[in-house]
């Protein structure tokens, strides 16, 4: 059980800690970029569906049946913060007109097939890139790891479950903030965090690059 806590607090060390979880903190951020306060619920299932496609690869790499070049993986990972965030300036976000609340809002069948298509959407590409990252996460355990994986790799998964959680719910309260008092809409707030997260992720993708090719 000590193993457990041990590993699940370097799961929320490594993300929270710069600049381990720089990465992968960029990537949750532009992720749920798109989302509101009240829209909590979807986040979670998103960094949900983001742990799990991290949590398969990193079992298959910490046992050795996925090898890739550390510097390979490293490259991906900023690549996929710059894939999302560009993914953002495109998908639509209907902002809510001040002083009506949400639950009144009649949205048509059309307005709600595509909000319904971009939550598959941004599922499948939180899963699919949690793969990627998942190798990340490898690269930075595989020393660690006693002989017995399961309560380590459950242990460091919740950690990073529960750091991951922690950041979206800051980006959620500040773009709560943003558009309450600072007259934000949904739209705008979307476009500057997915900015700002995407001229950190291009730095990272070209130092990245030029590392691969030394």
């Known amino acids: 059980m000590n193993e457990f806590f041990t590993f699940m607090g370097m799961g929320i060390e490594h993300i929270l800690q710069f600049p381990e979880g720089y990465d992968h903190l960029l990537f949750i951020l532009a992720l749920s970029a798109i989302y509101t306060f009240s829209e909590w619920r979807k986040v979670f299932l998103l960094v949900t569906a983001f742990t799990v496609g991290h949590s398969v690869t990193l079992l298959l790499t910490v046992s050795d049946i996925s090898p890739i070049p550390s510097s390979v993986i490293e490259w991906l990972i900023p690549l996929t913060i710059i894939i999302v965030c560009v993914l953002n300036f495109f998908t639509k976000t209907k902002d809510k007109p001040k002083n009506i609340d949400s639950d009144i809002l009649d949205l048509s069948n059309n ?104």
């Open 111 to 214: 307005e709600q097939k595509i909000m319904s298509s971009t939550m598959v959407g941004r599922y499948s590409i939180a899963l699919l890139f949690g793969l990627i990252h998942g190798l990340g996460f490898a690269n930075y355990l595989r020393q660690m790891l006693p002989d017995s994986l399961f309560s380590p790799l459950l242990g460091f998964n919740i950690g990073l479950e529960i750091a991951q959680i922690f950041v979206v719910m800051i980006g959620l309260v500040v773009g709560f903030v943003m558009m309450k008092y600072l007259d934000f809409t949904k739209n705008r707030w979307k476009v500057v965090l997915s900015a700002i997260v995407l001229i950190f992720a291009l730095h990272l993708f070209v130092m990245q690059t030029l590392a691969l090719f030394e």
